[in-house]
């Protein structure tokens, strides 16, 4: 099977991901979404072709709202992915969703971006819908359960196997960034029923929903949401910053054992 991936902050290394042996390679694919080709690295694990797409660009620097979700999700599904599990980096906002250093694999977002491509239904280029087997006509696609069901099941199963504790549901913000938000703007997402928050879940499964891809996140609490970090022995709250130093790599470590799992068991 063909497994995209889409990672965030941190997944840089995720292509150690490969069979011992397996060739890393780097692709180029050319979407009409983009002047420049995306660059996706693929390698083979467990019987599986791995497509990995680096959200922010090889150099890291594209913010969440300049990121070309559409040519990331048109370059998958030109490459033939029967899925997607995308990585993110969010900021827990309630107890439920999850304490740093821990994954969520929410089942629901609000999105509160703006301004940004989010849709292939932008009544302008609808023959290239058909060019990635996205019917011309206007669709409004289902978003009730926007995250795959079946999939995010298959993810909290492969967790189990691997021994990762993860948070098996909850709702994720999505806020336009790139600036983190406001003790107040956080009370306000909690008051939303929002667990966690990001800056990329959307417009991205939205697409690969159009796309008529399942989609799925793993989702890796990096910090307390602004407002939420309990103080210090000094009595102050940690800086956000000082908390990702400390929880990227262990939610990243976390997340591609998950993965691991996940592939071999597909493979089963
Ligand atoms: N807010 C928004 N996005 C994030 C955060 C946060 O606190 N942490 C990681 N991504």
Redesign the pocket.
Known sequence: MRIGLIG??GAGFFSSLEDSGSDVDEVEIQTAFAIDPVVVTVWQAHGHRVLFIRRHGLDAQTP?HKVNYRAHIAALKQAGVEQIIAL?????ITAAGGAPGTLIIPDQYIDYTYGREHTFYDGQKMELCADLGIPESLQHVECSHPLDTALRSAVLQAAVTAGVAVTAAGTC?V?Q?PR??TAAE?DKLERDGCD????TLAPEAGLAAEAGLPYACIAG??????GRAPANSEGHEPS?HQQ?DEWVAVCMTQSHALLQAYLQKLHA
């Open positions: 965030g902050t969440p993110n980096a969010v900021g827990g913000a806020m960034g983190l938000e956080i966690v928050v990001g800056m609490v990096v910090n307390f949401a602004a956000i990702l």
